[in-house]
DNA sequence: GGAACGAGGA
């Protein structure tokens, strides 16, 4: 097997020869390639900054800095490095939301000192500290598993100069929820209802949180009580409710408040329909999926691409790929405009049929479409290829990545990395030790189930010394699950 | 890249 490399930053490649979009600004993605190349590869970073800070090459601008850090995304060091380098420009000023990538970036690196440097600072600049700022720092927050803290940061946001409000107050409600943290977004919803106010909107956070963790019930009793406290419950109230009888499997429920709403002459829309045609469809209702699909323009109510998407994935799940692809070439003569879900369906449809050649002439399509493939279509690629034992083929996918301008994340190294314990040979292990250092390398923290089984693999296999280097790097980084402070 | 609902995930 070949060795693996730190993936490139894709080249200037900006036009696919296929496409014929007129590009205004198409200098731009070529210079911030080179910007992030520049940063990558200069190791002294005082020529660093002498270049960025001094070369008539580069014209900054937000969509410059902006597209740079996003390009760095997978190695925030670097990323912050480029940010603080420039914060220094005689002429150029970084505006908020450069901040807002930086700040997110080192949040994600858990490096909570620049994160903070970063908040005094955009205050100082008078630029914010905004709601969107603690948006961004409280879901970082949760997401590395400390909502407590995050509360604790949303409550004492007027000290860093920003006054909580009814948005944020809900951005916080819902951020825990997404979180399916529920029970505490519930509870710190009843606590500060008054404080804040609450509203239609809180109430809909609240109840699609319970729903998002199938206890539909719960969402039923926050429906009761928003009525006895005089709110008007919306449609997307009900679409919530809706969506919530389907993810618990209860289709009889489902439709039976749908006949309620139709009773009641509330007034349905595509979100509507969407849920119904994708509710009845995944649990086996195929039939009448395709019904309320073709009946709904009847109603008044016009599908879009999501919908088209939905029925489109109930049939290679539950019909065959064919009618799916039928249904996807009506939707073009039709005039609606497939994007990379529409693609990513049909392509995981035809991989699981087993036609991986079909597959890949779908992601040429797409990129002739204007469609770049993405993460999510790269992985279900390699997921696929893996599978079927053609570990070299994922491999290229993964290589070709840099290429399409994804980035890889971590299920791709999670992917990659299962996929070397099929075939138990030495050098696949060798492989998923080396990927494994990468991904170390780009800020994905892997579990300890990951570490351990490959370093018992490279012991298995009699690769001692490349266990041994492995072990070093879990304690030196701290990477212990138990260790991590954010 | 932002207050709530619908369409790709081990």
Redesign the pocket.
């Known amino acids: 097997m070949r060795p693996m490399q730190l993936q490139k930053l894709p080249l200037l490649r900006p036009f696919s020869t296929t496409t014929v979009k007129p590009p205004p600004l198409k200098s731009l993605p070529a210079t911030a390639t080179a910007v992030a190349n520049l940063v990558l590869t200069t190791e002294d970073p005082k020529a660093l900054s002498k270049t960025l800070l001094t070369s008539p090459d580069f014209t900054f601008s937000e969509p410059l800095v902006n597209q740079t850090l996003k390009l760095l995304w997978n190695h925030g060091p670097k990323a912050l490095q480029f940010f603080t380098i420039l914060d220094n420009h005689l002429h150029y000023a970084h505006s908020l939301?450069s901040f807002?990538?930086a700040i997110?970036i080192s949040a994600r690196l858990r490096d909570i000192t620049t994160l903070w440097i970063l908040v005094t600072r955009l205050r100082s600049r008078r630029l914010g500290p905004t709601?969107?700022t603690f948006?961004?720092i409280i879901?970082r927050y949760v997401l590395s598993g400390k909502p407590d803290k995050a509360v604790e940061i949303f409550l004492s946001m007027h000290k860093h100069g920003c006054q909580q409000d009814?948005?944020s107050f809900?951005?916080l409600l819902?951020?825990l929820c997404k979180s399916k943290r529920v029970e505490k977004a519930h509870n710190l919803f009843k606590l500060l209802r008054g404080k804040f106010g609450a509203?239609?909107?809180?109430y809909?956070?609240i109840a699609?949180g319970w729903c998002l963790i199938k206890r539909t019930p719960k969402a039923l009793e926050v429906l009761k009580e928003m009525v006895e406290r005089g709110f008007n419950p919306?449609?997307?109230?009900y679409?919530?409710i809706l969506?919530g009888y389907f993810r618990t499997g209860q289709t009889k429920e489902a439709w039976l408040f749908f006949k309620e709403m139709k009773k009641r002459s509330c007034e349905m829309?595509?979100?509507t329909y969407?849920?119904l045609v994708?509710g009845f469809g995944v649990l086996g209702e195929v039939s009448k999926a395709r019904r309320l699909f073709d009946e709904m323009v009847g109603e008044g109510v016009l599908p879009?691409?999501?919908?088209y998407?939905?029925m489109i994935?109930v049939l290679c799940k539950k019909d065959s790929v064919e009618n799916a692809i039928v249904l996807f070439e009506e939707m073009g003569r039709k005039g609606y405009v497939p994007?990379?879900?529409?693609y990513?369906?049909l392509i995981?449809g035809l991989c699981h049929a087993g036609e991986m050649d079909r597959a890949m002439k779908f992601v040429e399509l797409m990129k002739n479409d204007g469609c770049h493939p993405?993460v999510?279509t790269c992985n279900l690629l390699i997921?696929y290829y893996c599978e079927v034992g053609e570990i070299e083929k994922g491999l290229e996918v993964f290589d070709l990545m840099g290429s399409w301008r994804c980035l890889p994340n971590k299920d791709t190294y999670n992917?990659l990395i299962s996929s070397t314990f099929v075939r138990k040979k030495p050098e696949d292990l060798v492989a998923a030790g080396r990927l494994l250092i990468e991904m170390v390398d780009r800020g994905f923290l892997p579990t300890k189930f990951t570490f351990n089984r490959v370093m018992n693999g490279l012991l298995v296999t009699g690769n001692q010394a490349f266990a041994r280097e492995i072990l070093q790097l879990q304690s030196k980084r701290g990477l212990l699950p138990r260790h991590f402070r954010l």
């Open positions: 939301s807002h990538h997110d709601p969107l948006a961004i879901e009814l948005n809900n951005t819902d951020i509203d239609v909107v809180s809909n956070v699609n919306t449609l997307i109230t679409n919530i969506k829309d595509v979100v969407t849920t994708h879009n691409t999501a919908t998407n939905a994935q994007n990379s879900v529409t990513n369906l995981r993405n999510q997921k992917i």
